[in-house]
């Protein structure tokens, strides 16, 4: 220990494993990196994440980069209650002064963790937003939720979270389906933040974006993420997203952390022969 | 080579060797880094010398942990007086120390798109442990200092010429600086005016106690600045001194530089 002050982390990750199909000692261990296989051949079981571990700090976003399968969106949705993790403990600052493991909680105390604890922001914005309903209305939903009842004070909020977001007011009784793009995915943001999380997930958020519209969106979160102090976890293949938005990222490759590292030193001096690949592809 | 163990002294570096592994060129290793040994005092101006390809960019992105280090240990004195082996931090002490005791320099101003001028160097100084007024203060005297004029100010960094560029660079690596900042040729494009300009701040900082180890490809930039002199070769350390000894030697190429 140094007397380097580091903040206390937000969201603790301790083992984390998703399995899909019955699993034991030996389908970990025919599986992983090294095994170069998700799939364990004799069981057909996958094993999408195991022995996954990491903090967050405040104001801190964490990357997780990886081909397609590597289990990078696993881990986000096991964090985000959508996929039920197999094993794992996970512990937020915020919820009972992080003494318990989240994945103990029945769905509902789950659920509810949702609505001012984790937020996610999913490539897709038809899965974080309702398209049919207005801007506004999307956005009242989790402040509805978390026992906001007086109509103008919610639309107060909404038109805040909006010209923070960069979403001109005047749309905000437009439904979501006539917004570009870039737009929708500014509102899943005002939606993520409308009641103050400590941790946002970020599954690919700019992915499919145009690089202007992108770059606008990744300059948004990061300086979100540093005005309000909250944790992040990334989840992208795109390195220039990471780079933009993350100091420390993890590796994964068929389902386990096969480096985690700073990010300009995985992106100049990357030590696993995957990670090389990746940066090499990544490059080219 | 002896390491000095003055009460200034700030970082230390030991028997340092760095290999890259190329894992998918047939798993060949290529040693870079041989043996380093050396030490910098606080308010000392260190330059590296040597033809390209001797070490001196991959020695500096390692002492800012870009580059991992193989083996031998970097002894860093924090602020707090404590010594620390920047090979032996968690990748989030390094995040934390970076900024505030050792900055990092290069070429390049890299920054997010639309951030403008002003911004970018006010949070530079905010990073630093400055409050919003104090770096924004600042960053407008640093700017100004570097004839970067208030006309830029809000413009994004993404339109600037190369010269612009490199000067709200160094802007934001010199505002509030850290106790140790590495420079990687951070005036390569700018004309002999604002080189002189830039050069000028870069040499208040050692009279402000920082402590400094800077590659300039051009040696009257060495002369100007620089205390003293580590001359590098093919990864190693070749020699070592006094400015004023070691750089008549380099000029007439008794030292390659």
Known sequence: MTGIFVPEPVVQVRNLGKVYGPFSDETISRTGSSFGSARDAVTGSIVAAWDISFDVQPGEALGIVGESGSGKSTVLRCIAGDVEATTGDIRLANVDEGKVNILDFDASRRRRLRIDQLSVVYQDPAEGLSLGITAGGNIADPLTAAGWRNYSAIRTRAKELLTRTEVPIDRIDDLVRTFSGGMRQRVQIARALANNPGVILLDEPTTGLDASVASGVLDLIRSLLEELNIAAIVVSHDFRVIEMLTERCLVMHHGRIVENTLTDQLLEDPQHPYSQKLIAAART | ?257
């Open chain 2, 1 to 257: 080579m002896e390491l000095s163990s003055s009460d200034t002294t700030l970082l230390k570096v030991q028997d340092l060797n760095k290999s890259f592994i190329l894992h998918n060129i047939d798993g060949r290793t290529i040693q870079v880094l041989h043996d380093l040994r050396f030490s910098i005092n606080a308010g000392e101006h260190v330059a590296l010398a040597g033809t390209s390809g001797a070490g001196k960019s991959t020695l500096l992105r390692i002492l800012f942990q870009t580059y991992s280090t193989s083996t031998g240990s970097i002894l860093f004195k924090l602020a707090s007086g404590e010594w620390v082996d920047l090979t032996h931090l968690t990748d989030s002490e390094i995040v934390a120390i970076r900024g505030r005791e050792i900055g990092y320099v290069s070429q390049f101003l890299r920054a997010q798109p639309r951030r403008s001028v002003i911004d970018l160097v006010t949070r530079a100084g905010i990073s630093r442990g400055l409050d919003n007024n104090d770096a924004r203060e600042q960053a407008q005297m640093t700017l100004e200092k570097l004839h970067i004029g208030k006309p830029l100010w809000e413009v994004h960094t993404s339109v600037l010429s190369g010269g612009e560029k490199q000067r709200v660079n160094i802007a934001a690596g010199l505002i509030s600086p850290p106790r140790l900042l590495l420079l990687d040729e951070p005036i390569s494009a700018l004309d002999p005016e604002n080189r002189t300009l830039a050069l000028e701040l870069i040499q208040e900082l050692t009279l402000n106690g920082v402590a400094v180890l800077a590659v300039f490809h051009d040696l009257d930039a060495i002369e100007q600045v620089s205390h003293r002199i580590i001359a590098m070769e093919k990864g190693r350390i070749v020699q070592e001194g006094p400015t004023n000894t070691l750089l008549p030697l380099l000029r007439k190429g008794y030292i390659n530089s």
